[in-house]
T-cell receptor, first 118, second 118 residues
Framework: AQKITQTQPGMFVQEKEAVTLDCTYDTSDPSYGLFWYKQPSSGEMIFLIYQGSYDQQNATEGRYSLNFQKARKSANLVISASQLGDSAMYFCAMRELISTGANSKLTFGKGITLSVRP | GAGVSQSPSNKVTEKGKDVELRCDPISGHTALYWYRQSLGQGLEFLIYFQGNSAPDKSGLPSDRFSAERTGGSVSTLTIQRTQQEDSAVYLC????????????????FGEGSRLTVL
């Protein structure tokens, strides 16, 4: 089974509106971390936000927030007030902290392409 | 600079030749990762080094692929007898033993080495 599932087709959003990018995950590890990365057309990987499985509150970083629903195993990224520069590919990733250890590999989803319309 | 440095940025080779890709991680980062990204796809884990521990080679697709990390710093990914299906962007990343944003231990990526096998 895939550990990280991102199934949305290409997403479109109007500038200044909010958009939610979906991510579901599968793990039996009781302790894990969830990450979102942005990859613009230039190819660089930019870290956006992190959520630990035991964090009591949903993570926020500026215009980015993570809608973490542990029971449903979902970690959706919410981008508020979209900007043209948000057009990129977005990847959800997971690190399983008990089975593979702290600082171990991240397992990535296949990504979602977001296009922001002016 | 202070980021992860990869070379070469582009490599074109003929089928059957060997290639070496180099990664210089962020100074002080103990963990180093190699990923592969085919066109428009997600990131495929290849190998992970953590300090003096045995590397996690579970993602290497065949015995034509190998990697080493000398002195706990620079790493070289070697692909022997290249095949056309090896064409991809090879991304290197590093992370600190602890810290990062909210203790996430996020990965910092280089700009990648684009490999084209003719």
């Amino acid at each position: 089974a895939q550990k990280i599932t991102q199934t949305q087709p290409g997403m479109f959003v109007q500038e200044k509106e909010a958009v939610t990018l979906d991510c579901t995950y599968d793990t039996s590890d009781p302790s894990y971390g969830l990450f979102w990365y942005k990859q613009p057309s230039s190819g660089e990987m930019i870290f956006l936000i992190y959520q630990g499985s035991y964090d009591q509150q949903n993570a926020t970083e500026g215009r980015y927030s993570l809608n973490f629903q542990k029971a449903r195993k979902s970690a959706n990224l919410v981008i508020s007030a979209s900007q043209l520069g948000d057009s990129a590919m977005y990847f959800c990733a997971m690190r399983e902290l008990i089975s593979t250890g702290a600082n171990s590999k991240l397992t990535f989803g296949k990504g979602i392409t977001l296009s922001v319309r002016p | 600079g202070a980021g992860v440095s990869q070379s070469p940025s582009n490599k074109v080779t003929e089928k059957g030749k060997d290639v070496e890709l180099r990664c210089d991680p962020i100074s002080g980062h103990t963990a180093l990762y190699w990923y592969r990204q085919s066109l428009g796809q997600g990131l495929e884990f290849l190998i992970y080094f953590q300090g003096n521990s045995a590397p996690d080679k579970s993602g290497l697709p065949s015995d034509r692929f190998s990697a080493e990390r000398t002195g706990g710093s620079v790493s070289t990914l070697t692909i022997q007898r290249t095949q056309q299906e090896d064409s991809a962007v090879y991304l290197c990343a590093s992370s600190a033993a602890s810290g990062g944003r909210r203790g996430s231990g996020e990965l910092f990526f280089g700009e990648g080495s684009r490999l084209t096998v003719l």
